[in-house]
């Protein structure tokens, strides 16, 4: 069986919240891509609820893009406890965690949700930007680290 790096990760180890440089691949023609783990809560203790992680995927898009050139794409963990965020190039943690930090910063003081609507979004009722503005306010407080492994 294929070895997935997200699965080689002890889980029971980490601890949340931090960025994780999952890996670098160079792509055929040379490109790199960068892979991120974007933790938020704590694995197997906690879950980001469906509407928040849904509206901080909606900000995250905008928001992040101001702060990394080259970013391909940001998607919430199947787990629900963070995201996989994916860039050309190789980008240092401490420049995502930066960004993580302006884009949550910015996410408490919305009042709109951006694409929250039928026509740009497929689930445009599952957002709630309370919870997108209390899970911004938790991570800044708690601080976004780079050292992922409890010692």
Do not use: W
């Not at 670098?24 to 040379?30: A, D, F, P, R, S």
């Not at 408490?108 to 930007?129: D, F, M, R, V, Y």
């Amino acid at each position: 069986m294929i070895k997935v790096e997200s699965f080689e990760l002890d889980h029971k180890k980490v601890l949340a919240p931090y960025v994780r440089k999952a890996g670098v691949l160079k792509g055929e023609k040379g490109d790199l891509v960068t892979k991120f783990d974007l933790r938020f809560v704590q694995p197997n203790k906690e879950m980001l609820e469906d509407e928040g992680i849904h509206t901080l995927e909606h900000f995250l898009a905008t928001f992040m893009r101001e702060k990394i050139n080259g970013l391909i794409d940001i998607s919430p963990m199947g787990c629900r406890t963070g995201f996989y965020m994916v860039t050309f190039g190789e980008v240092e943690v401490d420049k995502v965690i930066e960004a993580i930090n302006y884009s949550l910063d910015k996410i408490t003081k919305q009042t709109e949700i951006p694409a929250a609507n039928e026509t740009q979004c497929g689930s445009a009722k599952l957002h709630s930007l309370e919870l997108a503005k209390e899970y911004s306010r938790r991570i800044l407080e708690e601080g976004m680290k780079s050292k992922f492994y409890r010692d």
